[in-house]
């Protein structure tokens, strides 16, 4: 029997009331199997998903962005480089 990864993350997608139930039946199903093919792909395939959603991987809460302003130097001149990124208001 051939299981197809995307038919099983949909399922589960479709069947959960919120973000935060997705995020703890993935968490769950990805935790329980061992460290096989399997599971490997399901993880890519959830750490895509919450990237492309912009949500959390532990929780499903939705990642707000951050940036700071980094001082540098550019052939002598200075400069600042913005750097952003996502952090989850639940889990830090």
């Not at 197809?4 to 199903?29: G, H, P, R, V, W």
């Not at 599971?39 to 809460?61: F, P």
């Amino acid at each position: 029997m051939d299981v197809d990864i995307y038919e099983i993350f949909n399922y589960i997608k479709d069947n959960s009331d919120n973000k935060q139930e997705l995020a703890d039946n993935m968490n769950s199903l990805i935790m329980s199997t061992d460290r096989s093919k399997f599971s490997m792909q399901l993880n890519k395939l959830w750490d895509e998903y919450c990237t492309s959603y912009g949500i959390c991987v532990c929780c499903g809460e939705r990642m707000i962005a951050i940036e700071e302003k980094e001082p540098m130097e550019y052939f002598g001149f200075p400069t600042n480089e913005i750097i952003t990124y996502q952090v989850c208001p639940n889990c830090g």
